[in-house]
């Protein structure tokens, strides 16, 4: 009785503010747009997964080794040894996020306003391609048509359409004698604002690199980098992951931008341990790389918990979601339900976004400090299965269990605000039947 209490009155306080936003039609295409990408998403993170086989070769003895222990070296020296080849679907399908999601976004809003949903979402991408691809001596950048690039693929997929709008509104086109056939003239008449959008966008874009040395995504990453010296502190650490996870509320790849700071810093402190651990002293850095693993426990946000909820969901949408989400959430790769369900501009999911991260770090530092649970000494490879990540990091088999622990607690979080939005999407069907 208490928990439905407890879920009846968030619906009450969110679901208002849920459907206003769910109604204006800007964030609604950013909202459908993302969805293009949702496949890409998807089948890249198994690519990347099977890029990074969860050992680390430092800890690795030929000799000693059992069946299972050589077969995963094997296959670290073969994906090592073919890593471009092997992470090509994954550059090429979510390595190209932000260009999926322009034409996406553009295709939605033009929908909305029923003017060329495929011509505005071609003349976004191409837009997008001029500001995010700089090219030197012929060769292009792809580091911002990824994720690194979203928060621009937002912008100019909203601005392109409205620009194009405009000219509709106001009825700019040239004047055409009737004889002139009507694919002809929508040809001619494409020309106009598209060469507007390259005029603005991409002077827009000179003009940073002008100013700043750096193109307009460049400069916007830049800007939200926060600032190194505040991370060493429990309390730093939790507003540079708070921030990072903000960040990824607007479609802003967050971590991508706290990655150096928190990693960094982990990488020193599980550095220190290992150097009193040989020294036989006790380890004494909470910091550690560990701190940074659980920030990101099934991805940002700590949302394993939250895929969990998913798979038992009455809503098959979110099953599916759900199910598709589980191998890379265990590997800490979420964008499938970050853009997929999705997270990105969503005030229900926000708030446990954002506290399950806070809480579960809390939980981890202190029992660091209360010595119930090993501390980092090992540098362990990146997007490892949680379970053996932990285990790699600190040999402590306790560690494992206290992950499953912190799975649970992101699970009770996400419950309620779930539940909110659960019921909100099933009673839309039902009034759609």
């Keep these: 009785m208490e928990n439905s209490t407890i879920i009846t009155k968030l619906n009450e306080m969110l679901s208002p503010i849920a459907a206003k936003i769910g109604n204006q039609r800007h964030l609604k295409a950013i909202s459908s747009g993302m969805m293009f990408g949702l496949p890409f998403i998807v089948i890249g993170s198994f690519f990347l997964i099977f890029a990074n086989p969860p050992i680390n070769l430092d800890q690795y003895t030929p000799e000693t080794a059992n069946f299972f222990l050589k077969f995963m070296a094997s296959w670290k020296d073969f994906a090592v040894a073919n890593y471009d080849l092997i992470t090509a679907p994954y550059n090429l399908t979510m390595g190209l996020?932000?260009?999926?999601?322009?034409?996406?976004?553009?295709?939605?809003?033009?929908?909305?306003?029923?003017?060329?949903?495929?011509?505005?979402?071609?003349?976004?991408?191409?837009?997008?391609?001029?500001?995010?691809?700089?090219?030197?001596?012929?060769?292009?950048?792809?580091?911002?048509?990824?994720?690194?690039?979203?928060?621009?693929?937002?912008?100019?997929?909203?601005?392109?359409?409205?620009?194009?709008?405009?000219?509709?509104?106001?009825?700019?086109?040239?004047?055409?004698?009737?004889?002139?056939?009507?694919?002809?003239?929508?040809?001619?008449?494409?020309?106009?604002?598209?060469?507007?959008?390259?005029?603005?966008?991409?002077?827009?874009?000179?003009l940073f690199l002008s100013t700043t040395k750096k193109i307009f995504p460049e400069t916007i990453m830049s800007v939200l980098t926060p600032a190194t010296d505040i991370a060493g502190s429990l309390g730093g650490f939790l507003l540079i992951v708070t921030l990072g996870n903000i960040l990824w509320l607007f479609g802003i790849n967050g971590s991508s931008i706290i990655f150096p700071i928190v990693f960094t810093l982990g990488m020193a402190q599980t550095g220190l341990n290992a150097e009193q651990m040989s020294n036989g002293e006790a380890m004494t850095h909470l910091m550690n790389l560990q701190m940074f693993r659980i920030s990101v426990l099934g991805g940002a946000g700590g949302t394993l918990g939250l895929v969990i909820l998913m798979m038992r969901s009455k809503v098959s949408e979110y099953r599916t979601i759900g199910k598709l989400s589980l191998i890379p959430g265990i590997c800490s790769i979420n964008e499938p339900i970050i853009f997929g369900l999705p997270i990105v501009f969503n005030p229900i999911l926000a708030i446990p976004f954002l506290v399950t991260p806070i809480v579960s770090l809390l939980l981890t530092y202190f029992a660091q400090k209360l010595g119930l649970i090993g501390l980092g000494f090992i540098v362990d490879p990146s997007f490892t299965p949680f379970f053996a990540q932990t285990y790699l990091s600190s040999m402590d088999w306790r560690n494992i269990v206290f992950c499953l622990l912190l799975i649970l607690i992101s699970a009770v979080i996400y419950y309620p605000f779930f539940k909110v939005m659960e019921n909100n999407k099933t009673k839309l069907v039902n009034e759609e039947q």
């Design 97 to 206: 996020i932000g260009l999926i999601s322009v034409f996406g976004i553009a295709f939605s809003l033009a929908s909305e306003y029923k003017i060329n949903p495929s011509m505005n979402g071609m003349v976004a991408s191409v837009i997008f391609l001029m500001v995010c691809t700089p090219v030197t001596e012929g060769m292009i950048n792809l580091n911002y048509l990824g994720t690194n690039g979203l928060f621009v693929a937002i912008i100019i997929g909203l601005l392109v359409v409205e620009i194009n709008r405009l000219f509709e509104v106001k009825d700019i086109k040239l004047k055409l004698p009737d004889t002139v056939p009507p694919m002809v003239a929508t040809f001619i008449n494409t020309l106009v604002p598209l060469l507007t959008n390259i005029i603005l966008f991409y002077g827009m874009n000179l």
